[in-house]
């Protein structure tokens, strides 16, 4: 089922049960947002995707990633009023992660250099970050999507992070970079240098197995017999870097094809 709604006046579609952003962006309306994909549950942790809702004379500001669309509601997008919520979100923000670029170019766009809420003391704490905002989307990610869950949060207050248990490498991490590919503001880096792969965030280092082809560095073993485990080809494939897949996937192609 549908339902209809207006969003900066216009009026749209969506179907129920729709996150309102989702909806929006599908519209052809900008909303920032750190903390959504939608793949994932929402979370609704950054507070940037802050949209005003009016339906039957009244008003609220709320976050539009973990709101379904309703029908017959007014949403404004840019309003004054959610411009000034949004600066004091990215001054919170900034805050946590002060030299981040991702956050620096955000908070820009809405006339905010610095923030009031930033002290000097805090520094340890930002480089020991390295630009997490702590969104939950490696660790979603990780859960939902992977099906691993590796990763979780600890601590409260400044000493709130994410991680693996205790803050340690996670043992159950496979090291296949989804983490890295979802996190907004490039805090989770995977590197691949001399036949071993970095998560540096994770202190974790997993050996790169090589292709049963060429004997090109491919993917951590452990994601690989993951992938076995999980789909459904045969299992020499996976041994294969993507070169040689490619290749051999032609090969196979060309000869069907004279069959």
């Keep these: 089922m549908t339902v209809k709604f207006r969003i900066n ?11 309102l952003l989702d909806a929006i962006r599908r519209s052809g309306f900008e909303v920032p947002s750190l903390c959504h994909h939608e793949a994932l549950t929402p979370y609704g942790a950054c507070r940037l995707c802050l949209v005003e809702i009016a339906k039957g004379g009244r008003k609220k500001i709320t976050t539009s990633c973990n709101y379904e669309v309703l029908p017959d509601i007014e949403v ?10 949004r600066a004091l979100v990215l001054e919170l923000l900034l805050a946590e992660a002060p030299e981040n670029p991702v956050l620096r170019a955000l908070a820009s766009e809405l006339g905010v250099v610095s923030s009031r809420f930033g002290r000097e003391s805090d520094a340890a704490i930002h480089a020991d970050r390295g630009g997490c905002i702590l969104c939950g989307l490696c660790v979603r990610v990780c859960d939902e999507i992977v099906g691993v869950g590796a990763l979780g949060f ?42 071993v792969r970095r998560i540096r965030k994770w202190h974790l ?29 045969p ?10 897949k490619k290749q051999f996937y032609l090969e196979k192609t060309f000869s069907l094809g004279h069959m």
């Design 9 to 19: 006046g216009v009026e749209v579609e969506a179907e129920a049960g729709t996150s």
């Design 76 to 85: 404004a997008t840019d309003s004054p009023d959610i411009r000034r919520h």
């Design 154 to 195: 600890s601590g409260r207050g400044d000493k709130r992070g994410v991680g693996g248990p205790y803050m340690r490498a996670p043992e159950a991490c496979i090291g296949c970079g989804s983490c890295a590919y979802v996190c907004p503001t490039g805090a989770v880096y995977v590197s691949d240098m001399d036949g």
């Design 205 to 233: 280092e997993l050996k790169l197995a090589k292709c049963t082809q060429c004997g090109n560095p491919t993917a951590p073993r452990e994601h690989i017999e993951y992938l076995k485990r999980k789909i459904s080809l």
């Design 235 to 244: 299992s020499y494939i996976f041994d294969l870097c993507e070169g040689c």
